[in-house]
């Protein structure tokens, strides 16, 4: 059980274009999803926290205009780069959780390349 | 503000023996302590996660970590290392509650010799 997807698993897209990814729980409702970007051979940082039916909490220094969360369901969340430029390259992974102090599981991350 | 430090980036461990990754944390209080494992091409997966309690905590694979509040620790711990360990290593803290995401150390790359 507890099995998280993210699609697509890896994309490839020009510079100035918007870039959708999906993170879906499988077998459980996710009351909250959370993005976090990860660099090459560095750690994962939290970008932002969505509660389902409400706006998503950004951290500090993420841009909220430029990676757009919705998470209009219990079992869907999506994140969408946009305008994507070089410097958003990277591998983006999706975590899910049931519920408050609930363990989270980790969708297997979308790797982004922007030319 | 929470952090984590994993002072180790790369451990090299023989075959068949011990290991013990470090991680170490700041938090004003007890936190919920988590370690993770990534593999290439797979998503983090959890191997065992501390709330309260016992504070020898046992996981997946063969792996234990203990809590030690005066030393801010939480060592993982394999009395016997596979090839199939190898991986990257994450410790991972979070208050537990809200809407908190977890803080991540650096990582730790284990790399196994024959």
């Known amino acids: 059980g507890a099995v998280v997807s993210q699609h697509p698993s890896w994309v490839i897209c020009k510079s100035g274009t918007s870039v959708k990814i999906e993170c879906r729980s499988l077998d459980f409702q996710a009351t909250t999803m959370f993005w976090y970007r990860q660099f090459p051979k560095q750690s994962l940082m939290l970008m932002a926290t969505s509660n389902e039916g409400s706006k998503a909490t950004y951290e500090q220094g993420v841009e909220k205009d430029k990676f757009l969360i919705n998470h209009a369901s219990l079992t869907l969340s999506t994140l969408t780069v946009t305008s994507a430029h070089p410097e958003d390259s990277s591998f983006y992974i999706c975590?899910?959780?049931?519920?408050?102090?609930?363990?989270?599981?980790f969708g297997p991350g979308t790797r982004l390349l922007v030319l | 503000a929470q952090s984590v430090t994993q002072p180790d980036i790369h451990i090299t461990v023989s075959e068949g023996a011990s290991l013990e990754l470090r991680c170490n944390y700041s938090?004003?209080?007890?936190?919920?302590l988590f370690w993770y494992v990534q593999s290439p091409g797979q998503g983090l997966q959890l191997l065992l996660k501390y709330f309260s309690g016992d504070t020898l905590v046992q996981g997946i694979k063969g792996f234990e970590a203990e809590f030690k509040r005066s030393q801010s620790s939480f060592n993982l711990r394999k009395p016997s290392v596979h090839w199939s360990d190898a991986a990257e290593y994450f410790c991972?803290?979070?208050?537990?509650?809200?809407?908190?995401?977890?803080?991540f150390g650096k990582g730790t790359h284990l790399i196994i010799q024959p």
């Open positions: 975590s899910a959780r049931y519920n408050v102090g609930e363990t989270q599981y």
């Open positions: 938090y004003g209080a007890t936190p919920y």
């Open positions: 991972a803290v979070n208050s537990g509650g809200g809407a908190d995401g977890l803080t």
